[in-house]
């Protein structure tokens, strides 16, 4: 039997060699220089722009960027199409093009007073292309926003101890932020004493685990869970058929308007630098986890399989190869899935895992505001995105020796295979599996909850950009902070409440991989108009093929899934209800809307590299700005 440790092997050695390597060649040809004063400090107002510490800036970042996706994207690409092309997309993909995207998304943003790519591609295509990237941006936060809410409320409705300890790091983390900047105590001693807060909040959680309303049938949680509600309020609905699901996406909605509001100082930072440390122990734990039980300890006998109560081991317990449209895989043979071409749907459906056009926005919107100095763009910028394809490798590890296929496919997959999988492997380091698995879940909590409020944040940050000046009463309104994440709250919740699962997961990693791809656009227009002696392969490669495996990928989900299928009823169950109908039909305009922006920025990038290649010198800021 082939062993978990391979993927580890392969995933370490791809990363380590591309982060001496590449990254150092990337910070030179970007010129990183310590010198020059970042907008940190430049513009810094103790709202916005905050210097912060390295490991804080890290913490914030990497916990920003790595969300629910590289965990249910690699562990569903397993087990639709085999764990070998899902790990080699992730070992390959992710150094010579996700780690680019980030990297030059936050060295971009820095030269240009730390705004977003938006504002960016908009010094060099004109306010046309500049608008039109920021919608596309707004568009996808808001389906980040409500895939992380249904994702947070399935982790927290599985597992009630993961629901008490969130509650309480994020209240530590306001008592952090308190500590560090009004009472300006030891950051060291705060480090040990809200770190050591953050997991004894585990064992809290097991003790005392929390639910909002009653379980659909007897014997849902744990013995001894608090249940808050004695009955689900009548406008509490019920997603994926739980009204438990329902409620804690409504809480977190709420939870991610009010945290993107407040100043980064008072829970963003100090928040994400808490939980990094819950971040890194599950996956550096789970990497370890795989090596140390390889070599010497093998699993606790106390990992045993949920399902078969057989005793697990580190041996791959799923397919290596199940066929271009994974059809001897699990999920073809349960009937849960359509039919998935390897080509293109792989490479959206584990997204984030390799490449994620989201980061390009938390790295240009929030990040490079927070940067101390230039040189630590490389460990975050690169180095914070080889970190997710780490989180990606533990999500196929857990899946490899789990290999659950859960009865509603999709979403479900994420849970016993990422929580009690990981939890298994964790079992190798001595810890016990009835510990290991609920930490696990918050672990994957954690990742969820910080990149759903920073989806936010930074949905409004696109709004304000879009807005500029406010000049009429309307416009007023929009740039409210409080308007506008209201707006965002309650289209997300709309699409939750009125769209499938797996249409809004495709049309999520569609969108994502698409604006991906805009970023390298901006990153590639940038680098031309700065030198014309630049080599633009590192950036335009990676652009025109995820532009290109994107547009097909959205095209097919739009035709086939949603059109053939939800529609039309030729490739799936069709739409009977009215408000299912309307929702297929939005998605569709959606996936319309989303590729004439695509399409139409890289035409006018196009423009703007040929006007410089043509010499015209004065014209290539201006190309496309009036362009109908």
């Given at each position: 039997?082939?062993?978990?440790?391979?993927?580890?092997?392969?995933?370490?050695?791809?990363?380590?060699?591309?982060?001496?390597?590449?990254?150092?060649?990337?910070?030179?040809?970007?010129?990183?220089?310590?010198?020059?004063?970042?907008?940190?400090?430049?513009?810094?107002?103790?709202?916005?722009?905050?210097?912060?510490?390295?490991?804080?800036?890290?913490?914030?970042?990497?916990?920003?960027?790595?969300?629910?996706?590289?965990?249910?994207?690699?562990?569903?690409?397993?087990?639709?199409?085999?764990?070998?092309?899902?790990?080699?997309?992730?070992?390959?993909?992710?150094?010579?093009?996700?780690?680019?995207?980030?990297?030059?998304?936050?060295?971009?943003?820095?030269?240009?007073?730390?705004?977003?790519?938006?504002?960016?591609?908009?010094?060099?295509?004109?306010?046309?292309?500049?608008?039109?990237?920021?919608?596309?941006?707004?568009?996808?936060?808001?389906?980040?926003?409500?895939?992380?809410?249904?994702?947070?409320?399935?982790?927290?409705?599985?597992?009630?101890?993961?629901?008490?300890?969130?509650?309480?790091?994020?209240?530590?983390?306001?008592?952090?932020?308190?500590?560090?900047?009004?009472?300006?105590?030891?950051?060291?001693?705060?480090?040990?004493?809200?770190?050591?807060?953050?997991f004894a909040s585990v064992w809290i959680?097991?003790?005392?685990?929390?639910?909002?309303?009653?379980?659909?049938?007897?014997?849902?949680?744990?013995?001894?869970?608090?249940?808050?509600?004695?009955?689900?309020?009548?406008?509490?609905?019920?997603?994926?058929?739980?009204?438990?699901?329902?409620?804690?996406?409504?809480?977190?909605?709420?939870?991610?308007?009010?945290?993107?509001?407040?100043?980064?100082?008072?829970?963003?930072?100090?928040?994400?630098?808490?939980?990094?440390?819950?971040?890194?122990?599950?996956?550096?734990?789970?990497?370890?986890?795989?090596?140390?039980?390889?070599?010497?300890?093998?699993?606790?006998?106390?990992?045993?399989?949920?399902?078969?109560?057989?005793?697990?081991?580190?041996?791959?317990?799923?397919?290596?190869?199940?066929?271009?449209?994974?059809?001897?895989?699990?999920?073809?043979?349960?009937?849960?899935?359509?039919?998935?071409?390897?080509?293109?749907?792989?490479?959206?459906?584990?997204?984030?895992?390799?490449?994620?056009?989201?980061?390009?926005?938390?790295?240009?919107?929030?990040?490079?505001?927070?940067?101390?100095?230039?040189?630590?763009?490389?460990?975050?910028?690169?180095?914070?995105?080889?970190?997710?394809?780490?989180?990606?490798?533990?999500?196929?590890?857990?899946?490899?020796?789990?290999?659950?296929?859960?009865?509603?496919?999709?979403?479900?997959?994420?849970?016993?295979?990422?929580?009690?999988?990981g939890g298994a492997i964790l079992t190798?380091?001595?810890?016990?599996?009835?510990?290991?698995?609920?930490?696990?879940?918050?672990?994957?909590?954690?990742?969820?909850?910080?990149?759903?409020?920073?989806?936010?944040?930074?949905?409004?940050?696109?709004?304000?950009?879009?807005?500029?000046?406010?000049?009429?009463?309307?416009?007023?309104?929009?740039?409210?902070?409080?308007?506008?994440?209201?707006?965002?709250?309650?289209?997300?919740?709309?699409?939750?409440?009125?769209?499938?699962?797996?249409?809004?997961?495709?049309?999520?990693?569609?969108?994502?991989?698409?604006?991906?791809?805009?970023?390298?656009?901006?990153?590639?227009?940038?680098?031309?108009?700065?030198?014309?002696?630049?080599?633009?392969?590192?950036?335009?490669?990676?652009?025109?093929?995820?532009?290109?495996?994107?547009?097909?990928?959205?095209?097919?989900?739009?035709?086939?899934?949603?059109?053939?299928?939800?529609?039309?009823?030729?490739?799936?169950?069709?739409?009977?209800?009215?408000?299912?109908?309307?929702?297929?039909?939005?998605?569709?305009?959606?996936?319309?809307?989303?590729?004439?922006?695509?399409?139409?920025?890289?035409?006018?990038?196009?423009?703007?590299?040929?006007?410089?290649?043509?010499?015209?010198?004065?014209?290539?800021?201006?190309?496309?700005?009036?362009?109908?």
């Amino acid at each position: 039997m082939v062993g978990v440790i391979w993927i580890v092997a392969l995933v370490l050695t791809t990363f380590t060699a591309s982060y001496i390597v590449y990254g150092r060649y990337l910070s030179q040809f970007v010129g990183l220089d310590d010198s020059r004063e970042t907008p940190a400090h430049k513009y810094r107002d103790g709202q916005e722009y905050v210097p912060a510490k390295k490991p804080v800036l890290l913490g914030h970042h990497y916990s920003s960027i790595a969300g629910g996706a590289p965990v249910v994207g690699p562990i569903t690409a397993a087990l639709i199409w085999g764990w070998v092309p899902a790990v080699l997309w992730v070992a390959i993909g992710n150094p010579l093009m996700g780690a680019v995207h980030d990297f030059v998304s936050l060295s971009s943003s820095l030269r240009h007073e730390g705004k977003s790519i938006g504002y960016i591609i908009g010094q060099y295509v004109g306010e046309r292309g500049k608008n039109m990237l920021l919608w596309f941006a707004f568009l996808l936060t808001i389906l980040v926003v409500a895939v992380f809410a249904l994702v947070i409320g399935v982790v927290l409705d599985a597992y009630p101890q993961a629901a008490t300890a969130s509650i309480i790091y994020i209240t530590l983390a306001l008592l952090f932020g308190l500590w560090l900047y009004q009472l300006g105590l030891p950051f060291s001693v705060g480090t040990v004493v809200f770190v050591s807060g953050v997991f004894a909040s585990v064992w809290i959680g097991i003790q005392y685990p929390l639910a909002l309303v009653p379980p659909a049938e007897a014997g849902g949680y744990p013995e001894g869970t608090i249940v808050l509600l004695d009955s689900a309020p009548a406008f509490i609905p019920a997603l994926l058929e739980s009204t438990n699901i329902g409620a804690w996406v409504l809480v977190m909605l709420v939870y991610g308007g009010a945290a993107s509001v407040l100043p980064v100082w008072m829970l963003l930072q100090p928040r994400d630098y808490l939980s990094s440390f819950l971040l890194y122990t599950g996956v550096g734990g789970g990497l370890l986890a795989v090596i140390v039980g390889t070599l010497m300890t093998g699993m606790g006998t106390d990992a045993v399989h949920p399902e078969t109560g057989a005793q697990l081991d580190l041996d791959i317990a799923i397919g290596a190869w199940y066929g271009f449209f994974g059809e001897g895989g699990p999920l073809a043979a349960e009937g849960l899935i359509p039919l998935m071409p390897l080509f293109p749907l792989l490479f959206l459906t584990i997204a984030c895992g390799t490449i994620s056009g989201f980061h390009s926005l938390v790295s240009s919107g929030t990040t490079s505001k927070q940067l101390n100095k230039e040189s630590d763009a490389k460990l975050i910028g690169y180095g914070g995105m080889l970190a997710e394809g780490l989180l990606a490798a533990v999500a196929l590890c857990a899946v490899a020796v789990m290999a659950i296929p859960a009865a509603d496919g999709g979403i479900g997959l994420a849970l016993p295979n990422f929580a009690t999988g990981g939890g298994a492997i964790l079992t190798t380091l001595g810890i016990p599996f009835q510990y290991a698995a609920p930490f696990m879940a918050l672990v994957l909590a954690s990742f969820l909850l910080t990149s759903m409020d920073t989806a936010v944040r930074l949905g409004r940050y696109m709004v304000e950009e879009i807005v500029g000046t406010p000049e009429t009463k309307v416009e007023e309104y929009a740039a409210s902070r409080y308007v506008n994440t209201s707006i965002i709250a309650v289209v997300a919740f709309f699409l939750l409440g009125s769209g499938r699962w797996e249409d809004l997961w495709t049309l999520f990693g569609g969108a994502n991989q698409l604006l991906a791809s805009l970023a390298l656009l901006t990153g590639t227009v940038w680098l031309a108009n700065w030198d014309r002696s630049k080599q633009l392969i590192s950036t335009g490669g990676p652009m025109v093929l995820m532009g290109f495996i994107t547009t097909i990928g959205l095209l097919w989900v739009g035709l086939y899934q949603i059109l053939a299928g939800r529609l039309l009823g030729m490739t799936a169950e069709a739409e009977t209800e009215l408000l299912g109908q309307a929702s297929a039909v939005a998605q569709l305009v959606i996936i319309a809307v989303l590729i004439w922006l695509a399409i139409s920025l890289f035409k006018i990038g196009y423009d703007n590299l040929r006007a410089l290649e043509e010499g015209d010198d004065g014209v290539a800021a201006d190309v496309g700005a009036d362009d109908d």
